[in-house]
């Protein structure tokens, strides 16, 4: 049996730890993107389009994380389409973000009065530029808390990776508990390291909401 | 509008093509390895001895040699799938892997979905406690906390042969069963007897004693069905690792013990 030293265990750790930040940004920026663009669909389509953006919604709402990982993983190979553990977990993280954020930035785009659109309007703008230059701004402004807070649950999320085989730090703490025995301080490690990475995202959360008050 | 009816269209139209691609793409498996000249084989990493990691993360272990014993046999590279006990036979179903090579133990609603090798290694499994806990029978088992791995044999086995109150608390892999245990969270655990050997020579103080033995079950190489070919390379492998003493020697080296008899 090898012998870790508390370092080993450490560098496993970070080693492991860049799986996490990768598929904690693949979800961001592939979940804002499909968010947004799911906003604009939603406000800019009739009220079809609306219907079909909030069943999706409730399609990703209503279910849980790791059946819509096993589904894409095990699922879509039962379809004949072979993913690997990371695109489907890229994927189905991406269509998760995506359907949170929608509905945050929704909520946050419903806040600013209706007045703001009709005066825009009114001065002869198209919906492009309503959206762009007046409502947006001011929806930002509210978005940044709820946008960091499910980040910050999407950092964490990406631990249920690890039950489709997929290495990030969840899984490298695990297999490494195993062989130490010593789950007590192997676990710590992770708890620290996520803790590592939300901090930072939550601090600058306060940082941002003050500058665009 | 128009938009999203097409998109709904495409999807429509994509569900079948799916399906199609899926039928199309059945192949022999055996000449889909050699074509490839990679085996993907399913290992565990966290069962000490038979698969673990080391200190650079990489897995090893008895299952692990016979994996690559098996790829070196089949004269192609080896892609070793780190699987947990359930997850291992969606991943052969679903063509993730081409071999289970994970402590797989052989009971009959096994035989009916997934073929098995001949036998490689041996595997016993027992009922563990501390050694204040008094446990003589299965039926001591009543009303005591039982830690065992969710789909691993031991879990079946224990379904069986455990009385209705005993508290059977099912855990997703080996190290949060091992650990669930460890940490005073069940008083008994069920595993194989390799891994508590592993956990006494780690933590001597906890005091883990053998209490029953639930089952010889020794380890197979899971096949997907009907996948003849491979069958019989497999088998043609383990018979000669056997005859010329590798399989023994693997044995001795990682479970300190020979195999004894192996089941064909």
Redesign the interface.
């Known amino acids: 049996m090898p012998d870790f030293t508390l370092w080993d265990i450490f560098r496993n750790l970070l080693m492991a730890a860049r799986w996490t930040v990768a598929l904690s940004l693949v979800a961001f920026i592939g979940g804002s993107v499909v968010g947004l663009a799911l906003l604009v669909l939603r406000l800019s389509g009739g009220p079809l389009v609306g219907r079909l953006v909030g069943a999706y919604v409730q399609l990703f709402q209503g279910t849980p994380l790791l059946m819509q990982l096993f589904l894409l993983y095990f699922g879509m190979a039962m379809l004949g389409v072979n993913t690997s553990a990371w695109i489907a977990a890229c994927v189905a993280l991406t269509l998760y973000a995506s359907a949170y954020l929608t509905e945050i930035w929704r909520g946050c785009v419903a806040a600013i009065p209706r007045g703001q659109w009709e005066a825009s309007a009114s001065l002869a703008l198209s919906f492009g530029q309503q959206f762009r230059h007046i409502i947006l701004p001011q929806a930002l402004r509210l978005a940044v808390a709820p946008t960091v807070g499910f980040l910050v649950q999407v950092v964490k999320g990406t631990a249920l990776a690890s039950v489709i085989g997929f290495v990030e730090l969840t899984k490298a703490g695990g297999m490494i508990a195993n062989v130490t025995y010593e789950p007590m301080l192997v676990y710590s490690c992770v708890a620290l390291m996520y803790f590592a990475l939300c901090f930072p995202i939550s601090l600058y959360a306060r940082v941002l909401e003050r500058k665009l008050q | ?1 128009r938009l ?1 009816k097409r998109g709904l269209l495409f999807a429509l139209g994509l569900a079948p093509a ?2 199609a ?5 059945a192949q022999d498996a055996l000449s889909g390895i050699l074509k490839a000249k990679t085996v993907r084989i399913g290992i565990p ?5 038979y698969g ?6 990489q897995p ?1 272990g008895l299952d692990v040699d016979v994996a690559n014993l098996i790829g070196a046999k089949l004269g192609t590279k080896v892609e070793l ?3 947990v006990s359930a ?1 291992r036979i ?2 052969l179903q ?3 892997i081409d071999l289970i090579v994970s402590t797989l133990g052989k009971n009959e609603e096994r035989t009916k979905i997934i073929d098995f090798s001949h036998a490689y290694a041996p595997f016993y499994q027992g009922v563990f406690a501390l050694k204040a806990t008094s446990i003589k029978s299965f039926d001591d088992l009543a009303g005591k906390s039982v830690a065992v791995t969710r789909g691993a044999m031991e879990d079946e086995m224990l379904a069986k042969v455990a009385p209705p109150t005993a508290m059977i608390q099912r855990f ?5 069963t ?2 669930a245990f ?2 005073g969270q069940t008083q008994v655990i069920a595993t194989s007897v390799s891994n508590i050997g ?2 006494s ?3 001597p103080n906890l005091g883990v004693d053998y209490k029953l033995l639930l089952r010889d079950s020794p380890c197979f190489v899971g096949i997907a069905k009907g996948e003849e070919a491979l069958r019989e390379k497999v088998n043609a492998i383990i018979l000669a690792a056997k005859a010329d003493g590798t399989l023994e020697a693997l044995s001795q080296k990682w479970l300190k013990r020979g195999t004894g008899d192996l089941p064909l």
């Open positions: 509008m999203s799916l399906l691609f899926g039928g199309a793409q990493t966290d069962y000490p001895p673990f990691v080391g200190i650079d993360l090893m799938v780190p699987v997850n969606p991943y679903t063509q993730k997703e892999d080996q190290s949060a091992t650990a460890a940490a592993a956990l020579r780690k933590s």
